[in-house]
C-alpha cells in the first residue's frame, strides 16, 4: 500500500493566497521550505546565547539533503561598516552591535528578542534528495538539547501527516474494532452471535483498503478513514 502524506486535497484552489504561492513557485522552482523557530535558554544576547545558535547552525548544515539554511549566526555575519568574527568568542562592544542590527532588522530579523525570551529563526532549503527522516533527527537534536522549537513547510507537514496515517492504520481498526464487539455483545448476549455479525465489516474494510493498494491508489488522510 502506497501511503501519501500531500496535503493539498485541504488546500482551496482558487485561494489568493494559493496563487500567490503558485507564483512564488514559479519564479524560485519551490515553495518547499522548513521553518525553524528556537527558544534560546536566554534573557538576551550574549556570547553563551551565541555558541548555542553556532553549534544550531552547525547540526543543521550537516543535514542530508540540504542545499541552503540561512540562521541568525553564520561563520561570519555582515553588517554595515563592519564584520564580526563568530568562530571566537565577541567583545561587549561587538555584542552591543550586534544587538542593535538585529533590532534595526524589525520584522526582518532571524533573531529576536520578546518577553525575557530569545528566539532564533532558520530558513531550511531541501533538495529532492532530502529524507524527511531528517526531520525527526532534528527534532531529536533539539529535544535532547532541551530546546522549546516550532517548525513549519511543507516536508514538516507530510512527516506529521505520515505519522497521523500510521497511527490511524495501527490504533484505529483495533480500537473500532473492540468497541463494536463490546456494543454487539451487550446488545446480543452471545460472544459467538458478537464474532459472526463482525466478521463482515472486517472483511469488507480489509477488502476495500486490498482494492485501493491492488489499483495503485495511494492511503491519504483521508481515504484511510473510508473503511
Known sequence: ID???DFDIFK???SKYQKELDKMA???GSEDQLLVQIEVPDTSISNQSI????NIQSYIDGINGIRFSSGPISLRTMMPGQKIDFSKDLTQEEVENLKNYYKSMGKLSTLVEKNNNLYGIYTLFPDKEFDN????KLETFLKENNYSYSISGDAYMQ???MDYIMIILSFLPATALFLILMVFRSQMGSIKATVLSVI???IASLIV?????WIGKPVSIITVLAP
Open 200 to 202: 463482515p465489516s472486517g
Open 12 to 14: 482551496l484552489k482558487e
Open 26 to 28: 514559479a519564479k524560485f
Open 209 to 213: 483498503l486490498g482494492i485501493v493498494g
Open 159 to 161: 512527516q506529521k501527516i
Open 133 to 136: 527522516k531528517e526531520i525527526k
Open 51 to 54: 555558541n548555542q545558535l553556532k
Open 3 to 5: 501511503l501519501n502524506p
